[in-house]
């Protein structure tokens, strides 16, 4: 048999509310590094976790909202990652509101660079917001951050620091990111959630999609996570045909971005709340990169993420 594939997963969460509110999240029982190692454990034979990326779950914060204390979240994190990190190497996306005071981002910045030395390997402003529609806009996420002058501002400091940005937004908003990111080609961009594709809409809403994928896609910095299916197609998982278009949307988008700007991630638990397994997940990327060439699928587990994020 050959060597297991590596898999860096770029994109999982850790919490516990007892230790550190957050009521963003809900009432989400705990989940600290021993669940998701346990979790990891039942990896598919054929892959192997060498590394990761912890990712915020801050989410947003609305001026006279709750705070969340963003760099106490970077703290706690560390802490919990840090005594497996000989074996487990890992790096973390911070939160840091990049359009509202550019002294205080820089601040923020320099604390979660403190906090996380070396680890820091980005920041995540979720903008997921929709005029219309609150399925499809996150707690405490404020609209017209993409067109406000201070966002610029904000991203030319993670390209200060050497930090990537992960794009956390909705299908419609792509035309205003991409219109402030296209003058930032020395920042690394990585897409979430193949791009918040949402189930339940109709035609247009996949239309608006692929075309706004297709003009991120143009972007030569832009990455893209392979995650969070379910959002794409509800229950996949428990139906072929759902299934199915789940494989030809992320093909879609291998073919759009090319494998060495493709990532596959977990996003757990939020998938394990949603009834999807490790084990299911990654068989399923098993499954549809199973054409590929060795390398290709060495990109789609490891290699991308590393090189969007940096090496651990």
């Known amino acids: 048999m050959s060597d297991p594939i590596p898999v860096c997963d770029p994109h999982f969460h850790l919490w516990d509310l007892a230790e550190r509110a957050n009521p963003n999240l809900g009432d989400p029982p705990p989940y600290k590094a021993a669940d998701y190692f346990a979790d990891m454990a039942t990896l598919p034979d054929e892959l192997k976790r060498v590394a990761g ?24 994190v560390r802490d919990q990652l840090q005594p497996t990190e000989t074996d487990q190497p890992f790096g973390i996306v911070a939160y840091a509101h990049l359009a509202r ?21 980005g920041i995540r402003m979720i903008l997921n917001h929709h005029p219309d529609n609150p399925d499809l806009t996150w707690p405490q996420v404020e609209d017209g951050v993409f067109t406000h002058p201070l966002f610029r501002e904000g991203l030319a400091l993670l390209q200060r620091h050497n930090l990537a940005y992960d794009l956390s937004c909705n299908p419609h908003q792509i035309p205003d990111a991409v219109a402030v990111l296209k003058d930032f080609p020395d920042l690394p961009i990585v897409t979430n959630h193949l791009g918040f594709l949402h189930d339940g809409e109709d035609q247009a ?61 977990s996003n757990y638990p939020v998938d394990k709340f949603k009834g999807q397994s490790i084990n299911y997940i990654y068989t399923k990327f098993l499954e549809w ?8 699928r060495k990109a789609l587990f490891h290699d991308t993420a590393i090189k969007a994020y940096g090496a651990f």
């Open 205 to 265: 809403h996949e239309d608006l999609w692929r075309r706004n994928m297709t003009a991120l896609a143009e972007l030569p910095n832009a990455n893209m996570k392979l995650s969070m299916a379910w959002f794409a197609r509800e229950g996949y998982h428990e139906d072929p045909a759902k299934e199915a278009k789940i494989g030809a949307i992320v093909r879609e988008l291998i073919e759009l971005f090319g494998v060495d700007r493709c990532m596959f991630a």
């Open 289 to 296: 990169s199973a054409d590929l060439s060795a390398d290709e």
């Open 53 to 76: 990326v912890h990712v915020e779950t801050v989410v947003g914060q609305k001026e006279g909202g709750v705070v969340v204390d963003t760099v106490s979240e970077t703290e706690w």
């Open 101 to 121: 005071d550019t002294a205080a981002a820089e601040q923020t910045i320099a604390a979660h660079l403190d906090a996380a030395g070396k680890r820091l390997r």
